[in-house]
T-cell receptor
Framework: AQSVAQPEDQVNVAEGNPLTVKCTYS??????LFWYVQYPNRGLQFLLK??????LVKGSYGFEAEFNKSQTSFHLKKPSALVSDSALYFC???????????FGKGTRLSVIA | DAGVIQSPRHEVTEMGQEVTLRCKPI?????LFWYRQTMMRGLELLIY????????DSGMPEDRFSAKMPNASFSTLKIQPSEPRDSAVYFC?????????????FGQGTRLTVV
């Protein structure tokens, strides 16, 4: 069975600094990986996904994620954090077609002005 | 497209009452998922449907929970009778036929409080 792990419950970063939110995965076949963001009292919003091809995936709001097969990681990154990036971030993996996404427990990002 | 639409946004009910949560998926999507989010357990998958057929309901916590999808544009999650421990945010999500590389789109959620 597939799974993802987000080792950090909380990440704090100063505005303007680069940010990284970590995710590692475990799948039996090829990984299909996703990042979502959740703002307070809102649903989850899709940020980006890795299917195949380039290991650096670009997504919404200036976010990108780096896929590393040897380390089974899919870390979310942004070169310069904004206060408005403060939210809850979820990594997810999908195995078969039309099967549910399996989510990590989430990482709360706090960007301090 | 208006996205996934859930109703109500907030529901406060007394223990023992029946609660029905509603979801309208994105038009053309053939998979629908119900998740529950709590502080303690994070996001849990309750049940999902493909082409209106329930595929896996192993995440439904108890027989008090039931879900239906009578057609491609509507699904319900019912709790009868409700208990305080059912208090959570319930999300509905849908995705298209694209397969494993297709993202799911989430509704705004229903915040359920059982007192």
């Amino acid at each position: 069975a597939q799974s993802v792990a987000q080792p950090e419950d909380q990440v704090n970063v100063a505005e303007g600094n680069p940010l990284t939110v970590k995710c590692t995965y475990s799948v039996s076949g090829n990984p299909y990986l996703f990042w979502y963001v959740q703002y307070p009292n809102r649903g989850l919003q899709f940020l980006l996904k890795y299917i195949t091809g380039d290991n650096l995936v670009k997504g919404s709001y200036g976010f990108e994620a780096e896929f590393n097969k040897s380390q089974t990681s899919f870390h979310l990154k942004k070169p310069s954090a904004l206060v408005s990036d403060s939210a809850l971030y979820f990594c997810a993996v999908r195995d078969g077609g039309n099967t549910p996404l399996v989510f990590g427990k989430g990482t709360r990002l706090s960007v301090i002005a | 497209d208006a996205g996934v639409i859930q109703s109500p946004r907030h529901e406060v009910t007394e223990m023992g009452q029946e609660v029905t949560l509603r979801c309208k998926p994105i038009s053309g999507h053939n998979s629908l998922f119900w998740y529950r989010q709590t502080m303690m357990r994070g996001l849990e998958l309750l049940i999902y449907f493909n082409n209106n057929v329930p595929i896996d309901d192993s995440g439904m916590p108890e027989d008090r929970f039931s879900a239906k999808m009578p057609n491609a544009s509507f699904s319900t999650l019912k709790i009868q009778p409700s208990e305080p421990r059912d208090s959570a945010v319930y999300f509905c999500a849908s995705s298209s036929r694209g397969g494993r590389n297709t993202e799911a789109f989430f509704g705004q959620g229903t915040r359920l409080t059982v007192v």
